[in-house]
């Protein structure tokens, strides 16, 4: 039975208790912590759209309300009929107009849970032993409140704009070196800005020498962390209302406010000069800041604004230029504007026109700076590939020569700063909306709709007896319907039958992977499938199983392999994927089927998938058992990721220990944490890719021997050996052709190989704190893949 709990909002402490919601249509459904200082409900962010967040309601507030937490910040919910429902399971679920679900908790209690607003903004959901089995305090979106630990597993992502709470591109996290940093995460590139990135890890009073990587602030505004990073508010010693906010704008603000005030204030700031905030113009602008005005964005010199709501998109050329035709091209001089990173080379103790000159017949140059550093008189130029983090500082003792066509150098050479400005401190993104399409209010049609659906219904009666025939066996048709909705809205449920018929009885096995069979199959609609049947979830139960689908069903991207369907009938759990024509890499490798480019683009698109899997989508995902095996090639040699949800769905049926407690991989492609039993991360999985690098440059298998002199087998890892022809080249012959798979007949780009086993060995390196992150990988091999 589900019981609107409306009735208990007036009360000073509110429980959402199993088999109970919240309706976004009432305003009284909310939840209230027993001192009232925190509200959890449905929260207007756009027209119609709806998130389930948690505010500050003392002081009493209406729409414009401190919101410290939301559920679904990218995917708002409609006006009518959402619910916010606690099942028997112990699931939370957040229903989006009664049709699909936005947002759950994915969580499973035995016995019956409730759901609790605590005293420090913390909505937990307990099981009747008193035991929390989720809070929101373990998923934080822009905002830390006093004693919330920030951890490794946790980050704060600022939104998108001050009236559009979706998914920003700055972020504070714990990185892989142990630090706490802020980082830009844009649609093209990702740089980290605080502290200062041209510090040593250990400079600035920070140590990376402390691998707990936890950090809070406490009721009197004392902020501390693992990496001895330790700061005192303004108003240090007052028992105050505060926040710890990621704003918009890619600052990190402890704010402050007496019981009773509406106003917050700014205790303490990350970064005092927003222009060095990276990002914040976008590319090809640079930021300017007057204290009078604000921050101010302004275009380069022969560039035009992308989008005028938006700086992030920055701008744009307004002119053409032919590759090396360095006659064609000008320079404009920016007086005290200086462009952080991106450089294509140093070139030290050489005059301006020599500069000119390099940036002149460099396609990928857009501008160079130029500037003498600390007291030398000796002159120093930078090219630059990208025009990104750009700021006006009357400071910076150097220059920026920007590029363009000598047709559009119709500028004063002498300028400062041009372009179109905009004050990029105000508002400037439109606000987020979500509406729903109205019906339409014509009598005809609303009658052949109403014959219509007459005339379905009676079909959908029948298929409707037939489905609960065969679901005769379920215990509890209302819990088993809620676990079964989330998968349900996302893709296919297939029956075993049916599954049986496409694979002809399961007649033509075309792989083996972790934990199952793969087999081809044809479904009735013509279509080519791979359907694995999986072997190591037998016992697992269905309600999981699905929880776990449900979740790989909603990750998507180019690289990894689609998942079509499932099946789910008992001992029977099965994924249907989409058919790869050209198989696994392993079955290319040992054919003449792969070219340097092919090989190259294969190493740049996996690394797109799996940095996806670690960065990008809406749960963080280990592979754990990346190898050739399990990346396969399409019609065009396009490589797609598989089995990257299997560690999730196989690390289930471990019901004693949900972590990693077993050792997982495939030989030859493990990282030393799994034989060590070290701290499993991401790295794991950029380990085993570098091993994949390597064995497709080679065409060596990951554990090789060669024969000694006393004919034994003297065995050598892959590593090893292009490791010891990197380290002994002589000069004479070069060390990439040793290595190098002879079935390319040394048809490959010498310089481009050798960079990319450079960067291969890096991925291999012992300690994962060494080796890059997938994100670095991706961006290291598209500036490769452009590179000149």
Request: aromatic residues 10%; neutral net charge; glycine residues 8%.
């Given at each position: 039975m589900i019981i609107s709990p409306s009735f208990l909002s007036s009360a000073s402490y509110s429980v959402l208790r199993g088999g109970s919601y919240l309706a976004v249509e009432n305003p009284q459904d909310v939840l209230i912590s027993p001192s009232r200082v925190f509200s959890a409900g449905f929260y207007p962010v756009g027209e119609n759209a709806y998130g389930f967040a948690i505010w500050?309601?003392?002081?009493?507030?209406?729409?414009?309300?401190?919101?410290?937490?939301?559920?679904?910040?990218?995917?708002?919910?409609?006006?009518?009929?959402?619910?916010?429902?606690?099942?028997?399971?112990?699931?939370?679920?957040?229903?989006?107009?009664?049709?699909?679900?936005?947002?759950?908790?994915?969580?499973?209690?035995?016995?019956?849970?409730?759901?609790?607003?605590?005293?420090?903004?913390?909505?937990?959901?307990?099981?009747?032993?008193?035991?929390?089995?989720?809070?929101?305090?373990?998923?934080?979106?822009?905002?830390?409140?006093?004693?919330?630990?920030?951890?490794?597993?946790?980050?704060?992502?600022?939104?998108?704009?001050?009236?559009?709470?979706?998914?920003g591109f700055y972020k504070l996290i714990f990185a892989d070196n142990n630090l706490i940093r802020l980082l830009y995460d844009g649609p093209d590139v990702s740089s980290a800005y605080w502290p200062d990135p041209w510090l040593r890890d250990w400079e600035g009073g920070r140590s990376p020498y402390n691998s707990s990587r936890i950090a809070s602030f406490d009721l009197f505004g004392k902020f501390t962390s693992s990496d001895h990073l330790t700061f005192l508010s303004v108003d240090y010693g007052m028992r105050l209302q505060r926040r710890l906010t990621l704003d918009s704008d890619g600052n990190a603000r402890l704010y402050s406010r007496e019981e009773g005030s509406t106003t917050w204030v700014v205790s303490w700031q990350a970064k005092s000069q927003l222009c060095e905030i990276h990002g914040i113009c976008g590319p090809n602008s640079t930021c300017s800041y007057d204290p009078a005005s604000g921050s101010q964005c302004s275009c380069l010199p022969g560039y035009k604004i992308k989008n005028n709501l938006d700086w992030s998109y920055g701008c744009k050329p307004e002119f053409n230029l032919l590759c090396g035709s360095d006659t064609e091209a000008g320079f404009v001089q920016l007086k005290h504007v200086e462009f952080y990173g991106n450089d294509d080379g140093f070139y030290p103790n050489v005059s301006l026109e020599m500069c000119m000159k390099v940036c002149s017949q460099s396609c990928g140059c857009k501008?160079?700076?130029?500037?003498?550093?600390?007291?030398?008189?000796?002159?120093?130029?930078?090219?630059?590939?990208?025009?990104?983090?750009?700021?006006?500082?009357?400071?910076?003792?150097?220059?920026?020569?920007?590029?363009?066509?000598?047709?559009?150098?119709?500028?004063?050479?002498?300028?400062?700063?041009?372009?179109?400005?905009?004050?990029?401190?105000?508002?400037?993104?439109?606000?987020?909306?979500?509406?729903?399409?109205?019906?339409?209010?014509?009598?005809?049609?609303?009658?052949?709709?109403?014959?219509?659906?007459?005339?379905?219904?009676?079909?959908?009666?029948?298929?409707?007896?037939?489905?609960?025939?065969?679901?005769?066996?379920?215990?509890?048709?209302?819990?088993?319907?809620?676990?079964?909705?989330?998968?349900?809205?996302?893709?296919?449920?297939?029956?075993?039958?049916?599954?049986?018929?496409?694979?002809?009885?399961?007649?033509?096995?075309?792989?083996?992977?972790?934990?199952?069979?793969?087999?081809?199959?044809?479904?009735?609609?013509?279509?080519?499938?791979?359907?694995?049947?999986?072997?190591?979830?037998?016992?697992?139960?269905?309600?999981?199983?699905?929880?776990?689908?449900?979740?790989?069903?909603?990750?998507?991207?180019?690289?990894?392999?689609?998942?079509?369907?499932?099946?789910?009938?008992?001992?029977?759990?099965l994924l249907v994927y989409e058919y790869m024509e050209h198989g696994s890499l392993t079955e290319n490798l040992s054919s003449n089927a792969l070219d340097w480019r092919k090989r190259f683009d294969i190493a740049l698109g996996t690394a797109r998938g799996l940095a996806y899997l670690h960065e990008e989508c809406l749960e963080w995902v280990l592979h754990c058992d990346v190898k050739p095996q399990n990346i396969l090639l399409d019609s065009t040699y396009q490589p797609k990721v598989s089995d990257f949800g299997l560690s999730k769905l196989l690390s289930r049926a471990d019901q004693n220990d949900k972590s990693f407690s077993k050792i997982r991989g495939t030989r030859g492609y493990m990282a030393p944490e799994w034989v060590f039993n070290?701290?499993?991360?991401?790295?794991?999985?950029?380990?085993?890719?570098?091993?994949?690098?390597?064995?497709?440059?080679?065409?060596?298998?990951?554990?090789?021997?060669?024969?000694?002199?006393?004919?034994?087998?003297?065995?050598?890892?892959?590593?090893?050996?292009?490791?010891?022809?990197?380290?002994?080249?002589?000069g004479m012959t070069p060390w990439i052709e040793e290595i190098v798979d002879p079935r390319l007949e040394g048809k490959f780009e010498h310089a481009k190989m050798e960079k990319l086993v450079t960067l291969a060995l890096q991925c291999v390196e012992d300690d994962k704190d060494n080796r890059p992150t997938m994100g670095r990988v991706v961006e290291m091999l598209e500036h490769l893949k452009n590179y000149d």
């Open positions: 500050f309601s003392k002081p009493s507030c209406s729409d414009n309300c401190t919101v410290v937490w939301m559920a679904n910040r990218d995917f708002p919910v409609n006006g009518k009929q959402s619910k916010l429902l606690l099942l028997e399971t112990g699931n939370l679920i957040l229903t989006d107009a009664g049709k699909s679900n936005a947002w759950s908790s994915e969580t499973v209690s035995v016995s019956p849970a409730e759901l609790h607003l605590q005293n420090t903004g913390n909505l937990v959901i307990k099981n009747m032993e008193g035991d929390i089995i989720w809070q929101s305090f373990d998923s934080p979106t822009d905002t830390l409140l006093p004693l919330q630990p920030f951890t490794r597993n946790v980050q704060l992502v600022s939104s998108r704009s001050r009236n559009n709470v979706s998914t501008g160079f700076q130029y500037r003498y550093v600390g007291d030398t008189p000796v002159p120093h130029c930078y090219p630059k590939i990208s025009l990104i983090n750009g700021q006006y500082n009357p400071s910076f003792g150097g220059d920026f020569y920007v590029k363009v066509s000598n047709t559009s150098l119709f500028l004063n050479k002498e300028t400062v700063s041009s372009g179109l400005v905009f004050d990029c401190s105000s508002e400037l993104l439109a606000p987020l909306e979500r509406t729903y399409p109205k019906s339409s209010e014509n009598k005809t049609l609303n009658f052949m709709l109403w014959v219509t659906c007459g005339l379905g219904g009676i079909e959908m009666i029948s298929i409707f007896l037939i489905w609960c025939f065969l679901l005769k066996s379920q215990k509890d048709s209302y819990e088993d319907t809620q676990s079964y909705h989330p998968a349900a809205t996302v893709f296919k449920r297939f029956t075993y039958s049916e599954l049986k018929k496409a694979t002809r009885n399961f007649g033509k096995e075309i792989g083996r992977g972790a934990g199952g069979i793969v087999y081809k199959g044809n479904l009735p609609d013509n279509r080519v499938v791979a359907i694995k049947r999986l072997l190591s979830i037998a016992n697992q139960a269905e309600a999981e199983f699905l929880a776990e689908v449900s979740t790989i069903g909603k990750i998507n991207h180019g690289n990894l392999v689609q998942i079509l369907g499932y099946c789910a009938e008992g001992e029977h759990m070290l701290p499993v991360t991401s790295k794991v999985d950029v380990y085993s890719y570098g091993i994949v690098v390597l064995e497709m440059v080679t065409g060596m298998s990951p554990t090789i021997g060669n024969q000694s002199k006393s004919g034994e087998t003297e065995h050598k890892g892959l590593v090893k050996v292009v490791r010891d022809k990197k380290n002994g080249a002589n």
